[in-house]
């Protein structure tokens, strides 16, 4: 069992960053690969940025291409998602999670593909 914390939400002006972090209770982060989410009231969560086990690759919606970067720490247990030049529509409740890969190299995409999930930190862009 994998329990992640969320950290780093808050409230900022639009064009402001933002770095989230995740970190596990309990347990390595170094087998997952991890992924961030968000979800705004009555929509569904959307995958925001994702990355492989070995940090080697990563992934980033095109909503927040060249806006968010998704990294892991040197000891592979935070991951983090720096969020810069933010705008009032990335507002959302940011959700870290992780799944357990024997595969160094795979994105995960879907949100069923995860297994574990932090409680959720609250980013407000205001404009």
């Known amino acids: 069992q994998v329990q992640l914390v969320e950290s780093g939400g808050g409230l900022v002006q639009a064009g402001g960053s933002l770095r989230l972090s995740c970190a596990p209770s309990?347990?390595?982060?170094?087998?997952?690969?991890m992924g961030w989410f968000r979800q705004t009231p009555g929509k569904e969560r959307d995958l925001v940025a994702a990355?492989?086990?070995?940090?080697?690759?990563?992934y980033a919606a095109d909503s927040v291409k060249g806006r968010f970067t998704i990294a892991r720490g040197n000891a592979k247990n935070t991951v983090y998602l720096q969020m810069n030049s933010l705008k009032p529509e990335d507002s959302a409740v940011y959700y870290c999670?992780?799944?357990?890969?024997?595969?160094?190299?795979?994105?995960?995409?879907?949100?069923?593909?995860?297994?574990?999930w932090g409680q959720g930190t609250q980013v407000t862009v205001s404009s």
């Open positions: 990355i492989t086990r070995s940090g080697g690759a990563t």
């Open positions: 309990g347990r390595t982060l170094s087998t997952y690969a």
């Open positions: 999670a992780a799944t357990r890969t024997n595969y160094s190299g795979q994105l995960y995409y879907l949100e069923n593909e995860y297994d574990y």
